[in-house]
């Protein structure tokens, strides 16, 4: 009646593996490594990095354990902290040439130290949060009021420009504390100026007036613009300072929003807050010039000479290239960068500018007098600047849409509108909460949360074995099931554990036991009502399986509520929560009947139960 289906027996089999398998890297620790990342926007890190990096271990007489690049990074694994030093040394010195301008950060750092075939099946440990591992943490106030302020000075430089373009006369154009007030001396010319504003100036709402006398103009911005600009300010924010952190060497940062005004940043195994805040602080400009290609600048810039009116920088790829020192445009003109394709040329990979109104009309009048000649973008961060590219023109560009194109793949391209879209702040920011922990404050939290789980199991463990015999020890093998496939989940979807995660853990540690105790007093329940043994087991559980589901069903959804509405540790303790309630009902209904099968289903004359 109840022995074990050999498709049980085989799912229990690839269970328990899974969960060994994943579940094995969190047991190595970690090793000492050195991490080699980008120090400036327009530096890539890929395999060419790697390999130099090797080339520079050997040459020092190093030995690496591993030197593998890993997302935007470079990590190279090592024996021991003596030999980190030194490697840092050697491949700081190989990769930045000049320390005044160096081109990667190279950081210690620690990576796990569990076998290379492990990895190579995507088996790797869960990442340590700040409250384990020791770290920074700041909150940033963006300074939504300037953001509006900014985007306002925009639209008072666009209409200025448009009733100038349609030759329509007014007395003045000023910014008010709402918005913006365009006076006039005919009412005639007012109601020209509404309508075409109305249809050219949508972001705004234009409403008739009187100002000294005279007809005016009114606008204000519309509640959908307000709420546009301040979602721009806050996500262009986050994807600069994520440009930004890169520079640290940290593994797993934490930028995330919170709040419609606020962004957290947390990171793990940085204890300098003094550079912490230097980078993210850290401001980039974004300059447009053009290029100086004549054969007598050129023959200079060979001989090591710079030409009066000229400067020197580096092109992306490594060249130099010689730009004039006037300043045609800065990035304050720039209001969207985005990857797409060549209008001309389908399927060749471009960049689509989009300029403000004063902007286009200084981009048309230059590109119409410069027809051949090349243009080249420059981003400056820290006083030195770096050209992101520099295109030859081909025709005069006007209406504010410029399209960069030529030798780019598609990732180039992202990479390209990224830079530009992330080279500055949208909006400025101040630190409102500063918090540091230390790497032995993280240790000892580790400590203490390993002990309660681990005290927590042993306690529920001796009790259910004593009440229940060898039920009691089949719950706890279902127990240590459960344990082993949510460590194994999280660890397969590296996830970041903090200690609510470690709570969330102990919790459903609670409710995996609560789902055993209703199977065995139901198994119980059915012995004093007269079945067998075996009838008591199969009716046992089935009956159990309902009042189970519903309780786990129950509580799931208040796990996926705070998934969903929860931010910061109320969603890490989430998601540990709601994949515990799942192991949880796998373990203890399926695995724990698969033991019992297992171990009573072969007795055909099945007298009594071991079940207290």
């Known amino acids: 009646m109840n022995k074990l289906p050999i498709w049980r027996a085989i799912v229990m089999v690839v269970a328990l593996a899974f969960g060994l398998l994943y579940t094995l890297p ?41 030197v ?114 365009i006076r006039f001396r005919e009412a005639e010319t007012r109601q020209k100026s509404r309508e075409l504003l109305n249809t050219q100036i949508p972001d705004l709402n234009w409403a008739e007036a009187s100002v000294g006398g005279e007809p005016a103009l009114i606008g204000t911005m519309r509640p959908e613009t307000e709420k546009r600009v301040r979602d721009y300010a806050l996500k262009q924010n986050i994807t600069t300072l994520s440009n930004r952190v890169n520079e640290l060497g940290v593994a797993e940062p934490v930028i995330q929003q919170q709040g419609p005004e606020r962004i957290v940043v ?24 053009m290029v100086e ?36 445009l800065t990035g304050e003109s720039l209001t969207d960068a985005q990857a797409g394709f060549d209008s001309q040329n389908p399927g060749e990979p471009a960049v689509h500018l989009s300029l403000d109104s004063k902007g286009a ?26 050209v992101v590219t520099a295109p030859v023109i081909r025709s005069e560009i006007p209406g504010g849409r410029v399209q960069i194109s030529g030798r780019m793949t598609t990732t180039e391209a992202a990479d390209v509108a990224l830079l530009l879209r992330a080279g500055s702040l949208a909006a400025p920011m101040e630190i409102i909460e500063e918090r540091t922990i230390g790497p032995s404050l993280g240790a000892d939290n580790i400590k203490k949360g390993f002990n309660s789980t681990l005290y927590g ?111 910061g540790p109320v969603r890490g303790f989430a998601v540990v929560h709601c994949l515990g309630i799942l192991t949880s009902i796998f373990s203890a209904v399926f695995f724990s009947r698969g033991l019992v099968n297992l171990w009573y289903g072969g007795k055909k004359k099945l007298a009594k139960l071991s079940i207290g």
Do not use: C
């Open 68 to 181: 593998a690049l890993e997302g935007t990074s470079v990590r190279i694994r090592l024996p021991d902290t003596d030999t980190q030093l030194k490697a840092k040394d050697a491949i700081d010195k190989a990769l930045n040439t000049d320390p005044k301008d160096p081109r990667f950060v190279v950081a210690l750092n620690l990576v796990s130290s569990s076998p290379g075939w492990l990895s190579a099946m995507r088996a790797l440990p869960m990442y340590l949060g700040l409250d384990l591992r020791g770290g920074v943490h700041f909150l940033l106030q963006v300074d939504m009021p300037a953001a509006l302020s900014k985007r306002m000075d925009v639209l008072v430089t666009d209409t200025r420009t448009l009733l100038r373009d349609k030759n329509l006369r007014h007395s003045g154009i000023g910014r008010t504390p709402q918005g913006i007030e």
């Open 293 to 328: 290609d004549s054969l007598e600048a050129l023959n200079a810039l060979a001989t090591g000479r710079t030409p009066a009116g000229l400067e020197i920088f580096t092109e992306r790829g490594g060249g130099p290239i010689l730009l004039k020192r006037e300043v045609i």
């Open 457 to 567: 199991f042993m306690a529920v463990g001796i009790f259910m074995m004593a009440y229940y015999l060898i039920f009691g020890a089949f719950s706890v093998a279902a127990l240590s099931v459960n344990l082993l496939l949510l460590f194994a989940i999280l660890s397969l979807l590296q996830a970041t554990l903090t200690l609510p995660g470690i709570a969330a853990i102990a919790l459903t540690l609670g409710m995996a036991v609560d789902a055993n105790v209703l199977i065995n007093e139901r198994v119980r329940e059915e012995l004093r009502n007269g079945l067998s043994p075996q009838a008591a087991i199969q009716q046992g559980y089935d009956r159990a399986w309902a009042t189970i589901l519903d309780s786990n069903v129950t509580t799931l959804i208040a796990g996926v509520a705070l998934l969903v509405f929860g931010s």
């Open 361 to 386: 009309r200084v981009f048309r009048d230059v590109t119409r007098e410069s027809i051949g000649r090349r243009m080249a973008i420059l981003l400056v961060e820290k006083g030195k600047g770096e």
């Open 266 to 289: 947390q990171l793990p195994g940085v204890q300098d807050t003094a550079k912490a805040k230097d980078i993210l602080g850290r401001t980039a400009t974004l300059e447009i010039r």
């Open 26 to 66: 969190n047991f190595f620790g970690e090793a000492p490594a050195v991490q080699v990342s980008s120090a400036k926007s327009t530096v890539k890190v890929d395999q060419e990095t790697a390999d130099r990096v090797s080339r520079s271990l050997q040459i020092a007489g190093i030995a690496a354990e591993a």
